[in-house]
C-alpha cells in the first residue's frame, strides 16, 4: 500500500506509517485536524530497493492523485502542504525524535511534493538521526520512515500545550507556550514564547509570562523563513484568554482519550483552532 | 541600588545657565522642570501676555488632555528671559511609573483606532461652534463687565481646546511614529524616506490654504495692470493702487475673501502679538507677489504622482508581508490609518486649535487694549501685550485704572533686549533622558529631539534629520520673520527656525526647506512630502551657520545642508 488519507481506516497503523502519521489518524476523532494523507514505509521501502535517486513512478503517480484529492478536500487549488518525516520508531511512548528528521513547510504542487518526500526519506539516515538511534538504544539498520503530507496551516498564532507542567511535574497545570506566525520558531525553540498556567481543574488561568517573541515564522513564495516580530507586537499577549482556554480544554480532553499526558502543537487560523500534532509527555516522571 | 537602576534614573542634575543666560527664577520650585526651549512653535522672544496665556491656560489645558488619555504625564510652560519654554514631567510619583506606565498604553491602544472619528464628529463640531461663538460677540458693543465675562469664556474655552488638542494630538502623532517603527521593523531595506511615502497624499487645511492663495494669485495673472501694480508698488500700497481699477478692486475682494477664509492666524502659534492676516494682508500680497514674479506653478502640480506613489508604497509593503501572520497584517493595517489619518489631523488641528484659537483671544485681548490705551493705563492699544493677563483684569475690575505705560515700554525692550542673545536650549534640571515608549518616541520625532549630532564633521556640512525626499542646490534665504518672506524668489531654499503652518505657501516658491527645529513628523516636515520639495528639519544652528546668499545644496534623504 502507497498511502492512505487520514481518515481512511487502517491509517493509524504505526508500523505501516511511523508514528507521527498514525497519531494523526487517531487524532481526527478528537479534534479538528489539518487534512491530509500518509504515505507508507512500503513506499520508502520500494524505493531503498530501487536503488534509485527518484521515486518509483507508481508511488509518484499516487501521491500526484491524492495531491489532487487533497486540493478538493481543501477546497485550495495548488493547496500549499507540510511535508513531515515519520519513523516507525518516532514519537512512540518513551522517545520523542522532535526534530531529527527533516520537514518541509509550504510545499506547493505536486512535484514539490514528490522532491520532498523523498528528502524526508533520506533525512532518516542523517547524522543526528542516527546518533540519536544509537544513543536510545534503537535500531538503525532496520529503521523505516512514512512521510504525513497535509495542508499547511497559515497559523496566526502557534503554541505547544501540555496537560501537566513538562518542567514542575504537577499535574494540575496546563501549560501553554505560544508566539505569532507558524510553529516552527516556537517548537523549534528559537523564540521565547509567551507562557500561560491554566489550572486544569476549572481552567482558570494562573499566570500570563509575556515572552520576548524576537522572531516568527512567516511564509515565502515557496517555503517559510524566519522574521522579527514588530517590536511594537512583542509586548502583546500573542494568544487571547478565550484562544487559551480553547486550547487548555483541547489538551485536557486530548489527555483524558488517550489515557496519557499529552503534549501538543497547534495553531490558530482566524478564529479556527486546528491540532497538528498530540504526543506523550516524555520528560514527566511516572 | 543596583548599577541598572542607577542608569535608568541618573540623579537630578541642575543645568548651569550660560553666562550671557543668568536665570532669576520667578519662584524657586522651576528650577528644578526639566525646561526645553521651543523654538519650533516661537523662536524669538514671547510677549508677557502670550507667556502668562501659555502658562496660564494652555498648559493645564494640556495636562488635562493627557490625563484624559491615561497619559501620566503634566505640562509646564514658562517664560524665561522673554524666550517659551516647555517641561514635560511625570505626574505620579516614580515608584507608580510602573502600573501607570500600562495604564497608559492601554489608554493609547483604545485611543489609535478612533481619535479620528472623534475629531471629525465630536471635536471638530465642538470646536467650530466655539469660534461661531466668537465671531458673533460684538467687541466693541460689550460693557466692561460683559467683556469681562466673555473673557472668562473665552480662557476656559481656550483651556478646553488645549485639552482636546492633546487628546487628539498624542494618538494623532504617536500613530504615525508607531507607523514608522512597525515599517522599519517589517520592510529590511527601507530607504529612510520610504515610511513617510506611506502616508503622504491626504489633504489638509495647510494644503488647502496654500492652493487658494496659489489660485487668488492666477486671477491676478489674468489682468497686465494689477500685474505691473503688484511688481512695482511696496506691500503697503498695493491695496490703494489696486483701489483705481476694476480689476483692482477684483483683486481686493479676492485678498479680503481669501482673508476671511484663511486670515485667522499669524507667524507662530504660540505668540498673540503678532497681527493676524486678517487684520494686515501684507504676507498675502507678498506671497501672491512672489508667486506672480517667478511663474510659480500650481502647489497641486504633483498632486496625483504623490498620491499614486503612496498607493504604490502601500500594495508593495502589503505583498511583502502576504505571508505573514495575520496579526501583523492587523498591526500594519491598523498603524497605517492612525498614520494617515494622523498626518491630516496634524495639520487640521492646529489649523481650527493652534491658529484660530490664538486669533479669537488676541482679538478679546485687542478689545481690552483699545479700553486701557483710552483709559490712559498704556499709551497704545497693542501694548496690552505687554501686561500679563492677571494685570488686565485686574485695571478692568476696577474700571481700567492703574498705569503700565512705563512697564509697558521697559518690557518691550527687555523683548529687544533678549532677541539679541540666544536662549539656552535646555535649562533648570536635567533628569537624563526620557524613558523610550511609544509617546517620547513620537514628541521626539516631532520636535526633533535625539542624540546630540557629531560636531566633527566638515563646518561647511550641517547635520540636521531627514524631512522630504530629495536634492537641491540654490540660493539660501535666512528668513525668522513670515513678514520678511517678500525676499523668497523661486527656487531660494528657504532657511528658517522653524515653520509652523502659516508658512507652507511659501513651499510653493522655495526650491527646498531648511529648519533649526523639528523631527521628521514637525509640520514643516510633513507639508514638503506634499509640496515634493526637499527638506533638511531639525538642523541645529543652520539659521547661525548658513549667510543669506550662501549657495547651498539640501539633501533631504540624508537630512544634511552642505554650504558650497
Given at each position: 500500500?502507497?498511502?492512505?488519507?487520514?481518515?481512511?481506516?487502517?491509517?493509524?497503523?504505526?508500523?505501516?506509517?511511523?508514528?507521527?502519521?498514525?497519531?494523526?489518524?487517531?487524532?481526527?476523532?478528537?479534534?479538528?485536524?489539518?487534512?491530509?494523507?500518509?504515505?507508507?514505509?512500503?513506499?520508502?521501502?520500494?524505493?531503498?530497493?530501487?536503488?534509485?535517486?527518484?521515486?518509483?513512478?507508481?508511488?509518484?503517480?499516487?501521491?500526484?492523485?491524492?495531491?489532487?484529492?487533497?486540493?478538493?478536500?481543501?477546497?485550495?487549488?495548488?493547496?500549499?502542504?507540510?511535508?513531515?518525516?515519520?519513523?516507525?520508531?518516532?514519537?512512540?511512548?518513551?522517545?520523542?525524535?522532535?526534530?531529527?528528521?527533516?520537514?518541509?513547510?509550504?510545499?506547493?504542487?505536486?512535484?514539490?511534493?514528490?522532491?520532498?518526500?523523498?528528502?524526508?526519506?533520506?533525512?532518516?539516515?542523517?547524522?543526528?538521526?542516527?546518533?540519536?538511534?544509537?544513543?536510545?538504544?534503537?535500531?538503525?539498520?532496520?529503521?523505516?520512515?512514512?512521510?504525513?503530507?497535509?495542508?499547511?496551516?497559515?497559523?496566526?498564532?502557534?503554541?505547544?500545550?501540555?496537560?501537566?507542567?513538562?518542567?514542575?511535574?504537577?499535574?494540575?497545570?496546563?501549560?501553554?507556550?505560544?508566539?505569532?506566525?507558524?510553529?516552527?520558531?516556537?517548537?523549534?525553540?528559537?523564540?521565547?514564547?509567551?507562557?500561560?498556567?491554566?489550572?486544569?481543574?476549572?481552567?482558570?488561568?494562573?499566570?500570563?509570562?509575556?515572552?520576548?517573541?524576537?522572531?516568527?515564522?512567516?511564509?515565502?513564495?515557496?517555503?517559510?523563513?524566519?522574521?522579527?516580530?514588530?517590536?511594537?507586537?512583542?509586548?502583546?499577549?500573542?494568544?487571547?484568554?478565550?484562544?487559551?482556554?480553547?486550547?487548555?480544554?483541547?489538551?485536557?480532553?486530548?489527555?483524558?482519550?488517550?489515557?496519557?499526558?499529552?503534549?501538543?502543537?497547534?495553531?490558530?487560523?482566524?478564529?479556527?483552532?486546528?491540532?497538528?500534532?498530540?504526543?506523550?509527555?516524555?520528560?514527566?516522571?511516572? | 541600588?543596583?548599577?541598572?537602576?542607577?542608569?535608568?534614573?541618573?540623579?537630578?542634575?541642575?543645568?548651569?545657565?550660560?553666562?550671557?543666560?543668568?536665570?532669576?527664577?520667578?519662584?524657586?520650585?522651576?528650577?528644578?522642570?526639566?525646561?526645553?526651549?521651543?523654538?519650533?512653535?516661537?523662536?524669538?522672544?514671547?510677549?508677557?501676555?502670550?507667556?502668562?496665556?501659555?502658562?496660564?491656560?494652555?498648559?493645564?489645558?494640556?495636562?488635562?488632555?493627557?490625563?484624559?488619555?491615561?497619559?501620566?504625564?503634566?505640562?509646564?510652560?514658562?517664560?524665561?528671559?522673554?524666550?517659551?519654554?516647555?517641561?514635560?514631567?511625570?505626574?505620579?510619583?516614580?515608584?507608580?511609573?510602573?502600573?501607570?506606565?500600562?495604564?497608559?498604553?492601554?489608554?493609547?491602544?483604545?485611543?489609535?483606532?478612533?481619535?479620528?472619528?472623534?475629531?471629525?464628529?465630536?471635536?471638530?463640531?465642538?470646536?467650530?461652534?466655539?469660534?461661531?461663538?466668537?465671531?458673533?460677540?460684538?467687541?466693541?458693543?460689550?460693557?466692561?463687565?460683559?467683556?469681562?465675562?466673555?473673557?472668562?469664556?473665552?480662557?476656559?474655552?481656550?483651556?478646553?481646546?488645549?485639552?482636546?488638542?492633546?487628546?487628539?494630538?498624542?494618538?494623532?502623532?504617536?500613530?504615525?511614529?508607531?507607523?514608522?517603527?512597525?515599517?522599519?521593523?517589517?520592510?529590511?531595506?527601507?530607504?529612510?524616506?520610504?515610511?513617510?511615502?506611506?502616508?503622504?497624499?491626504?489633504?489638509?487645511?495647510?494644503?488647502?490654504?496654500?492652493?487658494?492663495?496659489?489660485?487668488?494669485?492666477?486671477?491676478?495673472?489674468?489682468?497686465?495692470?494689477?500685474?505691473?501694480?503688484?511688481?512695482?508698488?511696496?506691500?503697503?500700497?498695493?491695496?490703494?493702487?489696486?483701489?483705481?481699477?476694476?480689476?483692482?478692486?477684483?483683486?481686493?475682494?479676492?485678498?479680503?475673501?481669501?482673508?476671511?477664509?484663511?486670515?485667522?492666524?499669524?507667524?507662530?502659534?504660540?505668540?498673540?502679538?503678532?497681527?493676524?492676516?486678517?487684520?494686515?494682508?501684507?504676507?498675502?500680497?507678498?506671497?501672491?507677489?512672489?508667486?506672480?514674479?517667478?511663474?510659480?506653478?500650481?502647489?497641486?502640480?504633483?498632486?496625483?504622482?504623490?498620491?499614486?506613489?503612496?498607493?504604490?508604497?502601500?500594495?508593495?509593503?502589503?505583498?511583502?508581508?502576504?505571508?505573514?501572520?495575520?496579526?501583523?497584517?492587523?498591526?500594519?493595517?491598523?498603524?497605517?490609518?492612525?498614520?494617515?489619518?494622523?498626518?491630516?489631523?496634524?495639520?487640521?488641528?492646529?489649523?481650527?486649535?493652534?491658529?484660530?484659537?490664538?486669533?479669537?483671544?488676541?482679538?478679546?485681548?485687542?478689545?481690552?487694549?483699545?479700553?486701557?490705551?483710552?483709559?490712559?493705563?498704556?499709551?497704545?492699544?497693542?501694548?496690552?501685550?505687554?501686561?500679563?493677563?492677571?494685570?488686565?483684569?485686574?485695571?478692568?475690575?476696577?474700571?481700567?485704572?492703574?498705569?503700565?505705560?512705563?512697564?509697558?515700554?521697559?518690557?518691550?525692550?527687555?523683548?529687544?533686549?533678549?532677541?539679541?542673545?540666544p536662549a539656552a536650549p535646555h535649562i533648570g534640571t536635567d533628569y537624563g533622558p526620557p524613558p523610550d515608549n511609544p509617546v517620547s518616541r513620537a514628541l521626539g520625532r516631532f520636535f526633533g529631539w535625539g542624540p546630540p549630532r557629531d560636531s566633527d564633521g566638515p563646518s561647511d556640512l550641517i547635520s540636521g534629520t531627514p524631512g522630504s525626499s530629495g536634492k537641491v542646490t540654490g540660493t539660501a534665504r535666512v528668513i525668522i520673520k513670515l513678514s520678511d518672506a517678500g525676499r523668497l524668489n523661486k527656487g531660494d531654499i528657504l532657511v528658517t527656525a522653524t515653520t509652523s503652518p502659516p508658512w507652507t505657501p511659501?513651499?510653493?516658491?522655495?526650491?527646498?526647506?531648511?529648519?533649526?527645529?523639528?523631527?521628521?513628523?514637525?509640520?514643516?516636515?510633513?507639508?514638503?512630502?506634499?509640496?515634493?520639495?526637499?527638506?533638511?528639519?531639525?538642523?541645529?544652528?543652520?539659521?547661525?551657520?548658513?549667510?543669506?546668499?550662501?549657495?547651498?545644496?539640501?539633501?533631504?534623504?540624508?537630512?544634511?545642508?552642505?554650504?558650497?
Amino acid at each position: 500500500m502507497t498511502l492512505l488519507f487520514f481518515d481512511d481506516p487502517g491509517a493509524d497503523d504505526v508500523l505501516l506509517f511511523g508514528g507521527k502519521a498514525a497519531s494523526l489518524a487517531k487524532l481526527g476523532s478528537a479534534a479538528r485536524i489539518p487534512p491530509g494523507f500518509s504515505i507508507s514505509v512500503d513506499s520508502y521501502s520500494s524505493w531503498v530497493d530501487d536503488g534509485s535517486d527518484q521515486m518509483p513512478p507508481d508511488v509518484s503517480a499516487e501521491i500526484k492523485e491524492a495531491y489532487k484529492v487533497l486540493e478538493r478536500t481543501s477546497a485550495v487549488i495548488d493547496v500549499p502542504v507540510a511535508v513531515r518525516s515519520s519513523a516507525v520508531d518516532e514519537d512512540g511512548i518513551g522517545e520523542s525524535f522532535a526534530g531529527l528528521h527533516d520537514t518541509f513547510l509550504n510545499v506547493i504542487g505536486a512535484d514539490p511534493v514528490i522532491e520532498a518526500v523523498i528528502k524526508c526519506w533520506r533525512s532518516l539516515s542523517n547524522q543526528h538521526a542516527i546518533d540519536y538511534r544509537v544513543a536510545n538504544g534503537l535500531e538503525v539498520e532496520s529503521a523505516r520512515m512514512g512521510v504525513v503530507v497535509q495542508q499547511l496551516v497559515f497559523a496566526d498564532v502557534s503554541a505547544v500545550a501540555f496537560s501537566a507542567n513538562p518542567i514542575s511535574g504537577n499535574r494540575e497545570e496546563v501549560v501553554i507556550n505560544a508566539s505569532f506566525g507558524l510553529g516552527e520558531a516556537v517548537v523549534g525553540g528559537l523564540v521565547t514564547p509567551d507562557t500561560i498556567v491554566i489550572k486544569r481543574s476549572d481552567l482558570s488561568r494562573q499566570s500570563l509570562t509575556i515572552g520576548a517573541k524576537e522572531s516568527m515564522t512567516v511564509r515565502t513564495e515557496n517555503g517559510t523563513d524566519e522574521k522579527p516580530v514588530p517590536r511594537i507586537m512583542r509586548g502583546m499577549p500573542a494568544l487571547s484568554e478565550d484562544q487559551a482556554t480553547e486550547i487548555a480544554e483541547l489538551v485536557v480532553k486530548l489527555e483524558k482519550h488517550n489515557g496519557w499526558p499529552v503534549d501538543i502543537e497547534c495553531a490558530i487560523h482566524g478564529s479556527q483552532l486546528y491540532l497538528l500534532q498530540c504526543r506523550p509527555i516524555t520528560t514527566l516522571s511516572q | 541600588m543596583t548599577d541598572s537602576q542607577t542608569a535608568e534614573h541618573p540623579e537630578p542634575r541642575p543645568i548651569p545657565a550660560p553666562d550671557n543666560f543668568p536665570i532669576e527664577w520667578d519662584n524657586p520650585e522651576d528650577s528644578h522642570l526639566p525646561l526645553n526651549q521651543d523654538r519650533q512653535h516661537a523662536p524669538t522672544p514671547l510677549t508677557p501676555l502670550s507667556g502668562w496665556l501659555a502658562q496660564h491656560h494652555w498648559a493645564p489645558g494640556s495636562s488635562v488632555g493627557f490625563a484624559a488619555l491615561d497619559q501620566p504625564l503634566m505640562m509646564h510652560i514658562r517664560r524665561i528671559n522673554t524666550y517659551y519654554y516647555l517641561a514635560v514631567t511625570p505626574s505620579v510619583p516614580m515608584e507608580q511609573m510602573a502600573e501607570a506606565g500600562k495604564k497608559a498604553e492601554a489608554g493609547l491602544k483604545a485611543a489609535l483606532p478612533v481619535f479620528a472619528d472623534r475629531w471629525d464628529n465630536e471635536w471638530l463640531p465642538e470646536i467650530r461652534s466655539c469660534h461661531d461663538r466668537w465671531n458673533a460677540f460684538d467687541l466693541p458693543a460689550a460693557s466692561d463687565s460683559e467683556l469681562l465675562e466673555h473673557l472668562t469664556w473665552t480662557l476656559d474655552t481656550f483651556e478646553r481646546f488645549w485639552d482636546i488638542h492633546f487628546e487628539v494630538m498624542i494618538p494623532a502623532l504617536v500613530g504615525p511614529s508607531m507607523l514608522l517603527d512597525l515599517y522599519s521593523d517589517l520592510i529590511e531595506d527601507a530607504g529612510p524616506m520610504d515610511a513617510y511615502k506611506l502616508t503622504q497624499g491626504f489633504d489638509n487645511t495647510s494644503l488647502r490654504a496654500g492652493e487658494d492663495l496659489w489660485k487668488l494669485s492666477q486671477t491676478a495673472a489674468d489682468s497686465d495692470g494689477v500685474k505691473s501694480i503688484l511688481a512695482s508698488t511696496p506691500t503697503g500700497d498695493v491695496m490703494s493702487a489696486l483701489e483705481k481699477s476694476e480689476d483692482g478692486k477684483k483683486l481686493i475682494a479676492g485678498i479680503n475673501s481669501y482673508a476671511q477664509a484663511w486670515g485667522f492666524r499669524s507667524d507662530t502659534v504660540i505668540e498673540i502679538g503678532d497681527p493676524s492676516w486678517v487684520e494686515d494682508p501684507s504676507i498675502v500680497i507678498d506671497t501672491v507677489k512672489a508667486y506672480l514674479r517667478d511663474g510659480s506653478e500650481d502647489p497641486r502640480k504633483n498632486w496625483n504622482e504623490i498620491v499614486a506613489e503612496r498607493e504604490r508604497i502601500v500594495s508593495e509593503t502589503r505583498e511583502k508581508i502576504s505571508g505573514y501572520p495575520e496579526p501583523v497584517k492587523q498591526q500594519f493595517n491598523g498603524m497605517l490609518h492612525a498614520g494617515q489619518q494622523g498626518h491630516r489631523i496634524q495639520e487640521d488641528h492646529s489649523w481650527w486649535i493652534d491658529q484660530q484659537a490664538n486669533h479669537q483671544v488676541r482679538k478679546v485681548f485687542l478689545e481690552f487694549g483699545n479700553r486701557l490705551a483710552s483709559a490712559g493705563v498704556i499709551s497704545e492699544r497693542d501694548d496690552v501685550f505687554m501686561l500679563t493677563g492677571d494685570e488686565i483684569i485686574e485695571s478692568a475690575k476696577s474700571g481700567f485704572t492703574g498705569d503700565f505705560k512705563s512697564a509697558a515700554s521697559e518690557r518691550r525692550a527687555e523683548m529687544e533686549k533678549w532677541a539679541e542673545i540666544p536662549a539656552a536650549p535646555h535649562i533648570g534640571t536635567d533628569y537624563g533622558p526620557p524613558p523610550d515608549n511609544p509617546v517620547s518616541r513620537a514628541l521626539g520625532r516631532f520636535f526633533g529631539w535625539g542624540p546630540p549630532r557629531d560636531s566633527d564633521g566638515p563646518s561647511d556640512l550641517i547635520s540636521g534629520t531627514p524631512g522630504s525626499s530629495g536634492k537641491v542646490t540654490g540660493t539660501a534665504r535666512v528668513i525668522i520673520k513670515l513678514s520678511d518672506a517678500g525676499r523668497l524668489n523661486k527656487g531660494d531654499i528657504l532657511v528658517t527656525a522653524t515653520t509652523s503652518p502659516p508658512w507652507t505657501p511659501l513651499f510653493a516658491t522655495a526650491g527646498g526647506i531648511v529648519t533649526d527645529t523639528g523631527g521628521a513628523l514637525s509640520h514643516c516636515a510633513i507639508v514638503a512630502r506634499e509640496y515634493g520639495i526637499p527638506a533638511t528639519v531639525g538642523a541645529a544652528g543652520a539659521t547661525f551657520a548658513i549667510k543669506d546668499g550662501d549657495r547651498i545644496e539640501v539633501d533631504g534623504d540624508a537630512g544634511t545642508v552642505r554650504i558650497l
